[in-house]
């Protein structure tokens, strides 16, 4: 048999096989003829796709327009059959059953006790999966009788004192804060103290059941304490804190974080001196660091088992973005380093503080290069609440600037792309305003919707206007819709303004 008659075949039973597979089977074998240029196997496999799952899985139209394997085929007259057909099925899957909107129901509390600093003495026990914390805060209890702080939930605590007196505290493991998990909240009785007291305590916490879809870890090949496990007390109504750390850990181990680290012996010591909230330590006998120097910014990029030649990337696109976001907002960012750790874990995810990012991935991609632009974004979007729903001044403003960003690396025709996928998932998204920020599907509303209304305001007031408008946003460090309306107000006229407000009440 002719070579060319057994491929015919090998492609007709593959095609076979397709029609009777799940989604996530058809659609590798979609990528496969993708890949290998067969054209009419790759429509026939995505028409299957859309007839059999169009309008169950709303995700489907948009992550396939951001597919980068089908790039090539968006010239073909197909494609718009697919993107058509796969909306329809879309706008009427919504239709029939629309996403219920829950709304804000998080309140702004002014006057909490506040931490201002925390002094730290941590051993870290790798083997024992235990560490053993001495802490010391310095707080102002600003006339109230207690103070809340949340802390990972498994923790025997052995002391709790206020300004050396013990205090009567109440550690209640029932009582999560909304993003640090598992938690619970230690209460501590402010005593006699109303204004400015130093809170000791001392305590230990088993790290035996960190889950695995945190930024956590406890393990001989990587232990990595953040904000979101809680292993210090943490106020989560401020940020503004700044913490000492010093850090005694099984030998072997090298040691990095979200702070200015040094070493002493077998002493290491994290001094964070810039107002923050959290303290994220990393650790482990394999980490690997490159520092690239650009434009007077040094990037530091930690990793573990992430290929070389990717660490690269990760450490010249980082500086690129961080270059074009200074000149498009006209503005530097708040440090000139910055430290990116790659955590080698599933799932995705990423954080960004001042001067630190951690990216959950195990290779450099569109995918990590869009997830790096959002979180650098942050170093100019990052003074609004992030616990309700006036974090759009966040997220849709950092999502938005990852978008020029592949705009900038990879071309209008990619970024035209993206739009069109996030205005599918604006589509069905619940309005902005109001949204609690934790409701199902907050994700949509607040890095796609808002991002889509960005775009939408930059094409209906045009690009200086737009960029003068997020320069003096950025500039004002603008973190309250209050203030985002008052400078919308000074900048754009009546009609933009009720534009926008609309657009954030649809
Ligand atoms: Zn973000």
Same mark, same amino acid.
């Given at each position: ?86 909306r ?36 870290i ?19 109230n ?55 000791t ?14 930024? +956590?870890?406890c $393990? &001989?090949?990587? %232990?990595?304490?953040?904000?979101? *496990?809680?292993? !210090? ?5 401020? @940020? ?51 520092t ?11 990793s573990?088992?992430?290929?070389? +030649?990717?660490? $690269? &990337?990760?450490? %010249?696109?980082?500086?690129?973005? *961080?270059?074009? !976001? ?5 503005? @530097? ?25 951690v ?58 792309? !993206? ?25 949509y ?31 004002k ?30």
């Amino acid at each position: 048999m002719k070579t060319r008659t057994i491929a015919i075949i090998i492609a007709l039973l593959q095609t076979i096989a397709a029609a009777c597979q799940s989604e996530s089977a058809l659609y590798g074998h979609a990528m496969n003829f993708a890949r290998q240029g067969c054209k009419d196997s790759l429509f026939y496999s995505l028409d299957r796709m859309v007839t059999l799952y169009g309008a169950r899985d709303a995700d489907l139209l948009p992550e396939l327009l951001l597919e980068p394997r089908l790039r090539p085929y968006h010239s073909d007259s197909r494609w718009i059959q697919v993107k058509d057909r796969l909306r329809k099925a879309r706008i009427e899957a919504a239709s029939e059953s629309p996403r219920p909107c829950q709304t804000d129901t998080a309140t702004r509390l002014d006057n909490t006790p506040i931490v201002n600093s925390y002094d730290i003495d941590l051993t870290i026990d790798v083997a024992a999966k235990r560490i053993d914390v001495r802490a010391d805060i310095d707080i102002d209890f600003r006339g109230n009788s207690h103070a809340d702080l949340y802390l990972w939930r498994h923790t025997q605590l052995s002391r709790v004192a206020v300004n050396g007196q013990a205090a009567r505290y109440e550690f209640a493991k029932d009582i999560e804060a909304p993003w640090i998990r598992p938690s619970g909240r230690l209460r501590i009785d402010a005593g006699t103290a109303r204004g400015a007291a130093r809170i000791t305590t001392a305590y230990t916490c088993r790290l035996d059941s960190i889950p695995e879809d945190g930024f +956590a870890a406890c $393990d &001989s090949s990587l %232990v990595m304490l953040t904000y979101y *496990m809680g292993w !210090y007390p943490i106020d989560i109504d401020h @940020e503004t804190s700044t913490a000492n750390i010093d850090i005694h850990i099984t030998p072997g181990f090298e040691l990095t974080g979200s702070g200015i680290i040094s070493r002493k012996a077998d002493t290491w010591h994290m001094t964070q001196p810039w107002e923050g909230f959290d303290y994220t330590i990393i650790a482990s006998p394999d980490l690997k660091q490159k520092t690239v120097s650009h434009n007077n910014r040094k990037i530091e990029v930690v990793s573990l088992g992430f290929p070389d +030649a990717d660490a $690269d &990337s990760v450490a %010249v696109r980082s500086a690129e973005i *961080m270059d074009y !976001y200074t000149r498009l907002y006209r503005l @530097e960012p708040n440090g000139r380093q910055l430290r990116i750790f790659l955590f080698p874990a599933g799932g995705g995810g990423a954080y960004s503080r001042r001067n630190f990012i951690v990216c959950c991935c195990q290779r450099y991609n569109e995918w990590l290069y869009q997830l790096l632009a959002h979180e650098i974004g942050h170093f100019w979007w990052s003074s609004a609440p992030t616990d309700q729903w006036e974090d759009w001044l966040n997220e849709s403003f950092a999502q938005y600037s990852s978008l020029c960003a592949i705009r900038q690396h990879l071309g209008s025709a990619v970024f035209d792309d !993206y739009i069109e996928a996030y205005r599918e998932w604006a589509r069905t998204a619940c309005p902005i305003r109001g949204l609690n920020r934790q409701a199902n599907g907050a994700f949509y509303t607040f890095y796609h919707k808002g991002a889509v209304l960005l775009y939408d305001l930059q094409q209906r007031i045009g690009d200086k206007a737009f960029f003068d408008l997020m320069h003096h946003l950025a500039t004002k460090r603008i973190g309250s819709q209050h203030d985002f309306e008052a400078e919308t107000s000074r900048r754009l006229s009546h009609d933009d303004c009720l534009w926008i407000e609309r657009r954030l009440n649809q």
